[in-house]
């Protein structure tokens, strides 16, 4: 009769395990299938910077560092990258953008210009995008890092080597209001 409760316990734990091995992966698939759809939109917004930048040009030709950083970090090579670092450049770029808004916001003309129009509000559209993706992303990741982090699942992702994974986030730099002076 021990005998049989022995194997019982041994088959309801190999059940447990894998169970919740499977419910690791499960989640992290939906990790990376929600940053890659937030890779999507910051590809399109990658891909509109330099059109963004060349409308601006013309206008604000003492506000060159704002520009300058903007291409620099722009012309690094995006399908290289980790999804880390698409992360932090992202947030970077994303302050640097809001830098150029604010600056753009000073030159009537500018603002008046139908292109820098255009492509202003194909901008909003797609950093509304960035902003419900990253919710969607950041939720998966939380979802993950909470499964993996709960006893007794900890045990199981430790054995089989799930790794918490990083949230979306904006830096100190970025929470700041920016200032823009001429």
């Known amino acids: 009769m021990s005998v049989i409760i022995f194997v019982a316990i041994i088959i309801l734990l190999i059940f447990y395990l894998i169970g919740t091995y499977n419910k690791g992966i499960t989640l992290r698939n939906y990790i990376k299938e929600a940053f890659s759809t937030m890779d999507v939109y910051l590809k399109k917004r990658w891909d509109l910077i330099p059109n963004l930048v ?12 704002v520009l300058k950083k903007i291409t620099e970090l722009r012309n690094k090579n995006y399908s290289n990258m980790s999804n880390d670092e698409k992360m932090n450049i992202n947030s970077e770029l994303g302050f640097g953008l809001a830098k150029l808004i604010a600056v753009a916001e000073n030159y009537p003309d500018l603002k008046a210009n139908q292109n820098f129009s255009n ?5 909003s559209m797609i950093e509304e995008d960035i902003a419900n993706s990253r919710k969607y992303y950041n939720g998966t990741v939380r979802e993950f890092n909470t499964f993996i982090q709960l006893f007794p699942t900890n045990i199981v992702a430790a054995i089989f080597g799930f790794k918490a994974e990083n949230l979306f986030e904006i830096d100190d730099k970025q929470r700041e209001n920016v200032k823009v002076s001429f």
């Open 54 to 65: 060349e409308a601006v040009k013309g206008y604000v030709s003492h506000e060159q560092d």
């Open 119 to 123: 492509l202003m509000q194909e901008l």
